[in-house]
């Protein structure tokens, strides 16, 4: 993969997003959203190689870098690695159902691997369906500030990771807020837990598809719905490397019937609410549709009520857990 090095400096952001052709219109609206928060920044855009020209037509600001999925792993070897170990995994067709989410996660992270070795500057990854709201900052120094959720726990995700890093914080919460950062440091220390040695991206990723499976499969509990995550793997990874308290941040996602208007947009940031998913390709009611349809005022202040109301009630059992020091695999809320 040739990436140009006069691209990237200390003071630039870099994002990577994973994305199919459904989200290049929140793509540009989260692209817009950046540029009125940070003065420079890249984003690196994975995407299906057949809509490898048309990523190319809609993104034309000089900010986006388009990159096939093929330069990292083809979505046809990945399930090849699949069908090789799962072959004795009593969930096989259910994980199958699901492959295309985990390969995306593998996309994301092996970028970043690839990418933090390379050039050595910090990365953030970010949900293609996410628009950022207020201005975040991301890392601390060396190292990358803490984020964290109430309203995601899923311990399936947790077992997993604790397999891959050998051991988890004692407390802690979800890391899923729709992006994750990680530094030049904290990879090196990750890729040492999980005893990947390549460093040419598809290396990277063939070796990381076969890690991930190989843990799931020998741990061989229940199904949930999936079982592994890209963001609570940095999490975990991240607190491990320097243990601290996550700071707990609000966003719009789990509830949202429609996208929010500008003005919707900038009342977030004035609320404190860091940024808003648009979950379009779920088969529900909300989903459906979602992209074509605006949210009402009515809709739009019953749901941030809502999401404020239950942000101050988690965050004072943040706090309370955090000073217990409670053991959140054992805990339950």
Not at 217 to 225: M, Q, R, T
Not at 306 to 328: A, C, E, G, P, S
Request: charged residues 25%; aromatic residues 16%; contains cysteine.
């Amino acid at each position: 993969m040739k990436l140009d090095k006069t691209k990237f400096s200390k003071n630039k952001l870099n994002i990577c997003q994973v994305s199919l052709k459904g989200n290049i219109p929140i793509l540009i609206n989260n692209y817009q959203k950046f540029k009125s928060f940070y003065e420079d920044f890249n984003i690196f855009v994975i995407c299906p190689k057949k809509n490898l020209k048309q990523f190319k037509k809609k993104l034309r600001y000089s900010e986006f870098i388009i990159i096939s999925e093929d330069q990292i792993i083809s979505f046809s070897k990945f399930k090849k690695i699949f069908y090789r170990l799962s072959k004795n995994y009593r969930y096989k067709n259910l994980f199958k159902n699901r492959l295309s989410w985990y390969y995306q996660q593998v996309l994301k992270l092996s970028f970043a691997f690839y990418f933090l070795q390379k050039f050595h500057e910090k990365i953030i990854l970010w949900d293609a369906d996410t628009i950022i709201a207020k201005k975040i900052e991301f890392f601390n120094g060396d190292f990358s500030r803490k984020f964290g959720t109430f309203t995601e726990f899923h311990k399936s995700y947790f077992e997993t990771n604790k397999v891959l890093l050998g051991k988890l914080p004692k407390y802690f919460i979800s890391s899923i807020v729709q992006f994750g950062s990680i530094t030049k440091n904290e990879c090196k220390i990750l890729l040492n837990k999980l005893r990947l040695k390549k460093v040419k991206i598809k290396a990277i990723a063939v070796d990381l598809s076969a890690l991930i499976m190989k843990k799931i499969f020998l741990i061989n509990g229940p199904y949930n719905g999936s079982l592994f995550s890209e963001y609570e793997l940095i999490g975990n990874s991240n607190i491990l490397v320097k243990p601290g308290k996550q700071k707990m941040i609000t966003t719009l996602r789990k509830g949202l019937k429609g996208v929010l208007t500008s003005k919707q947009l900038n009342f977030l940031s004035f609320l404190n609410i860091t940024n808003v998913t648009y979950e379009h390709t779920h088969n529900n009611v909300n989903s459906r549709g979602m992209l074509k349809r605006k949210l009402s005022w009515f809709d739009f202040i019953a749901m941030v009520l809502k999401t404020k109301l239950k942000f101050y009630y988690n965050l004072i059992k943040h706090n309370v857990l955090f000073t217990l020091n409670i053991d959140k695999m054992k805990y339950k809320s």
